[in-house]
T-cell receptor, first 111, second 113 residues
Framework: QKEVEQDPGPLSVPEGAIVSLNCTYS??????FMWYRQYSRKGPELLMY????GNKEDGRFTAQVDKSSKYISLFIRDSQPSDSATYLC???????????FGTGTRLTIIP | ETGVTQSPTHLIKTRGQQVTLRCSSQ?????VSWYQQALGQGPQFIFQ???????GRGNFPPRFSGLQFPNYSSELNVNALELDDSALYLC????????????FGEGSRLTVL
């Protein structure tokens, strides 16, 4: 079993829709939960991070963590064509130097 | 402010050869991490360097080695290349006190024939 599982998609939705992206993880030590966005032919860039369980909102993006079920979500409201990218979840435990990335979900927003 | 730069952007090698990839970290960052991203997969952690010393290593064999220089730039060396080493190699820099916030370069695309 992989430490982090993420549906690779691809996922296509019409512009303006709400997008839900999800990951599950198995390592109980994970306390930090990052979402990275990767455009085609580019390196990943940090989108958001949360610590422990709960929600965090940043503009059109909301990150949600449920540690009891080891479930991570990223919601995108009012999706735009510019949101078309691969979204990678990356949980980590403090004191461990590495990030453990999911496979990434390829998202396309159709104008 | 200069971001993370990597070279070369693309290269082709044959099985058994050796390769060196280079990375210049973002200004003010003293930590460099290397990741391997196979096609359709998420990045996998190779190792991290902090103040010129290895500071954590992923599940990669010893033929993957690295260096960090006093100016915090870094090299990734891979010996005895195998076909499965074909991937995008990503370098990421970070400041020591910003856990999880990595700044990635655009990567070096390695093809092994």
């Amino acid at each position: 079993q992989k430490e982090v599982e993420q549906d690779p998609g691809p996922l296509s939705v019409p512009e303006g829709a709400i997008v839900s992206l999800n990951c599950t993880y198995s390592n109980s030590a994970f306390q930090y939960f990052m979402w990275y966005r990767q455009y085609s032919r580019k390196g990943p860039e940090l989108l958001m991070y949360t610590y422990s369980s709960g929600n965090k909102e940043d503009g059109r993006f909301t990150a949600q963590v449920d540690k009891s079920s080891k479930y991570i979500s990223l919601f995108i409201r009012d999706s735009q064509p510019s949101d078309s990218a691969t979204y990678l979840c990356a949980p980590a435990d403090f004191g461990n130097e590495k990030l453990t990335f999911g496979t990434g979900t390829r998202l396309t927003i159709i104008p | 402010e200069t971001g993370v730069t990597q070279s070369p952007t693309h290269l082709i090698k044959t099985r058994g050869q050796q390769v060196t990839l280079r990375c210049s970290s973002q200004s003010g960052h003293n930590t460099v991490s290397w990741y391997q991203q196979a096609l359709g997969q998420g990045p996998q952690f190779i190792f991290q360097y902090y103040r010129e010393e290895e500071n954590g290593r992923g599940n990669f064999p010893p033929r993957f080695s690295g260096l960090q220089f006093p100016n915090y730039s870094s090299e990734l060396n891979v010996n005895a290349l195998e076909l499965d080493d074909s991937a995008l190699y990503l370098c990421a820099s970070s400041a020591q006190d910003t856990f999880g916030e990595l700044f990635f370069g655009e990567g070096s695309r390695l093809t092994v024939l």
